[in-house]
T-cell receptor
Framework: GAVVSQHPSWVICKSGTSVKIECRSLDFQATTMFWYRQFPKQSLMLMATSNEGSKATYEQGVEKDKFLINHASLTLSTLTVTSAHPEDSSFYIC???????????FGEGSRLTVL | QKEVEQNSGPLSVPEGAIASLNCTYSDRGSQSFFWYRQYSGKSPELIMFIYSNGDKEDGRFTAQLNKASQYVSLLIRDSQPSDSATYLCAVKLSGSNYKLTFGKGTLLTVNP
């Protein structure tokens, strides 16, 4: 299957700082990528759809000014958590759709801990 | 709101048994259904997808789809301790391009 790589896999930061997470499609081009957030023992919640060359589409309740998404190339999308607070601590996972059957391939995930 | 429902479990089965995981969905127009496995602290990995009513088998895994009942299931034969994980049901809702809606997942424990 297609490979999606995410970096960093974990990050610890102080409250008020910004954190950038990268998501790369390694062996295919992805005009669309998805960013999910998962709290402990909860399901994946879609935050936003990242669109190459255009603005991201955010789900209801997700602050677009807090979670900045940039999809500057066909293989890279970034999520920046601005002015992070402890309640932003979560597991952030990116994904990209496979071309053939529409399944999503997930990155390894990035665990963010805000102190 | 269009939903995907799963029993959160935990579902506990002995090694070698058949594990049966169930999922219902509310959007009758949904066309594509996926099962993902997620180990603790890891991201989900795709096990199977199914589009048509009936059964689809892949090794020890069988996905079953009944669109009339809006029900999709995953059977795991000869369960192994390494199958212990959370299993996520995902549905591509009608009208969405690639966007998937996930259930909360069922925690499966296979006891040696």
């Amino acid at each position: 299957g297609a490979v999606v790589s995410q970096h960093p896999s974990w990050v610890i930061c102080k409250s008020g700082t910004s954190v950038k997470i990268e998501c790369r499609s390694l062996d295919f081009q992805a005009t669309t990528m998805f960013w999910y957030r998962q709290f402990p023992k909860q399901s994946l919640m879609l935050m936003a759809t990242s669109n190459e060359g255009s603005k991201a589409t955010y789900e209801q309740g997700v602050e677009k000014d807090k979670f900045l998404i940039n999809h500057a190339s066909l293989t890279l999308s970034t999520l920046t958590v601005t002015s992070a607070h402890p309640e932003d601590s979560s597991f952030y996972i990116c994904s990209a759709p496979g071309v053939a059957s529409g399944e999503l391939f997930f990155g390894e995930g990035s665990r963010l801990t805000v102190l | 709101q269009k939903e995907v429902e799963q029993n959160s479990g935990p579902l506990s089965v002995p090694e070698g048994a058949i594990a049966s995981l169930n999922c219902t969905y509310s959007d009758r127009g949904s066309q594509s259904f996926f099962w993902y496995r997620q180990y603790s602290g890891k991201s989900p990995e795709l096990i199977m997808f199914i589009y048509s009513n009936g059964d689809k088998e892949d090794g020890r895994f069988t996905a079953q789809l009944n669109k009339a009942s809006q029900y999709v299931s995953l059977l795991i034969r000869d369960s192994q301790p390494s199958d212990s994980a959370t299993y996520l049901c995902a549905v591509k809702l009608s009208g969405s391009n690639y966007k998937l809606t996930f259930g909360k997942g069922t925690l499966l424990t296979v006891n040696p």
